[in-house]
């Protein structure tokens, strides 16, 4: 018998020797500032939990609830039997809260992008997307057949450049709202305008920006007040902010019929369980109403930025919870991570291929869970693990 282990392994001892080898840690607790990962008590900065809604009681309450009503598993996807009067109930909530005519349940965010761009977009069409987007947008343009072209991180010349040419039947403009480990915002503005004078259509991923952005926590579109004829595909998570699983296309009638008839992704994959949409009717609610806790993370950011400046730590121009802080060398980011760590503090340490060779970086993600005092004191350890990490010392 041949084993595949052999030819495996030598891929995975030069990921090793690249300094870029991956392990996972195991958390003992529910996500929450508070948290035990392997053995070790820490304050997590490595969550995407931005409002602290992943353990709220409601929100269990509620998963409880269903999960006593509907049983655990869906048993079957949307179209067969496993479309629920919770799923349709969070559906309904979720388009009013966007202010969408409609809104459709995917099973994560990653089968939204990859069933929105396949179902729209084919041979003959031009997608156009950031090089900084998420994998997922990402592996859809690869996947869609369509011509598939990506522009320097927010660079509009570039992407006039794509634009210019006639032809395309049909032309794609995907962005993330929030850039996942940058943390700055797309500039959706220009992105419109530029979309309307072409006849493109903007699709954009706010997997970040939802619960955070916004008065009721609508994300960038409404920070920016943009409706649906500015951005008629909407993409939101709801792993992140939301506290629970799963994922939304926000949009028109239209779109969203066209995604049942013809998003795979949609089709050929079992329901979320009812008790997760339920868990997340209630997580909306408070997503939506308690504005306290979008106020207390933005205070956090801001004192979180000022901290760090004053140390001379160096930071990336970002308003939101994701603050990276740029290290570069692949075996630097992960030392001081490791310090950071042992010093009680979890922050992730982002490497290639997530980021672009050479953009290793560690990504603080803040909460409305944290406390100012847990903040100061990161500020604090960064900086000790910062001089005690030497750039040259961290390098292979
Ligand atoms: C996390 C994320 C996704 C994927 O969402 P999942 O529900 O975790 O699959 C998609 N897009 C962006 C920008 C993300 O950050």
Redesign the pocket.
């Known amino acids: 018998m041949t084993s595949p282990d052999r030819e495996l392994r030598v891929a995975l001892e030069a990921r090793q020797v690249e300094k870029l080898y991956r392990r996972r840690l195991t958390l003992e607790t529910p996500q929450g500032a508070r948290v035990r990962v392997d053995g070790r008590a820490c304050v997590n900065f490595a969550s995407?939990d931005y409002l602290g809604l992943a353990n709220h009681p409601e929100v269990i309450a509620a998963f409880v609830r269903a999960a006593e009503t509907y049983g655990v598993g869906s048993g079957a996807s949307h179209l067969i039997s496993g479309h629920s009067r919770a799923h349709q109930a969070l559906e309904e909530e979720l388009a009013a809260f966007t202010g969408r005519p409609r809104a459709l349940l995917?099973s994560?965010?990653?089968?939204?992008?990859m069933g929105v761009i396949n179902a729209l977009m084919g041979p003959g069409d031009l997608l156009l997307q950031d090089r900084l987007?998420?994998?997922?947008?990402l592996d859809g343009g690869f996947l869609c057949r369509a011509r598939f072209e990506r522009y320097p991180h927010g660079d509009m010349e570039t992407l006039d450049g794509l634009l210019a040419p006639v032809g395309p039947r049909r032309i794609l403009i995907a962005t993330?709202?929030?850039?996942?480990m940058d943390g700055d915002l797309a500039p959706l503005g220009e992105l419109a305008a530029r979309a309307d004078a072409r006849g493109a259509w903007l699709m954009v991923?706010?997997?970040?920006g939802f619960g955070v952005l916004g008065d009721k926590g609508g994300g960038i579109v409404e920070a920016l007040g943009l409706g649906l004829d500015a951005v008629p595909i909407l993409?939101g998570?709801?792993?992140?902010a939301f506290g629970t699983?799963?994922?939304f296309v926000a949009g028109s009638e239209a779109l969203i019929e066209t995604l049942i008839q013809f998003g795979r992704t949609y089709i050929y994959t079992t329901a979320l369980p009812p008790a997760v949409a339920a868990a997340t009717r209630a997580s909306l609610r408070l997503l939506r109403d308690e504005g306290w806790r979008r106020d207390h993370l933005r205070a956090l950011i801001a004192r979180f930025r000022a901290g760090a400046a004053a140390l001379g730590i160096p930071l990336l121009p970002s308003t939101t919870p994701i603050q990276p802080v740029p290290v570069g060398d692949d075996g630097r980011v992960q030392a001081i991570a490791g310090h950071l760590r042992a010093a009680g503090h979890w922050v992730g340490a982002i490497r290639p291929p997530t980021v672009p060779r050479g953009t290793a970086r560690l990504r603080i993600a803040l909460s409305a869970a944290h406390s100012e005092a847990q903040v100061d004191a990161l500020v604090e350890a960064l900086a000790t693990a910062w001089r005690a990490v030497p750039a040259a010392q961290g390098k292979s």
Do not use: E, Q, R
């Not at 987007?133 to 947008?137: P, V």
């Not at 998570?237 to 992140?240: D, F, Q, R, V, Y």
């Open positions: 995407n995917f994560t965010g990653y089968m939204a992008n987007n998420h994998a997922s947008l993330d709202g929030v850039f996942s991923d706010d997997a970040h993409i998570t709801l792993g992140k699983f799963g994922a």
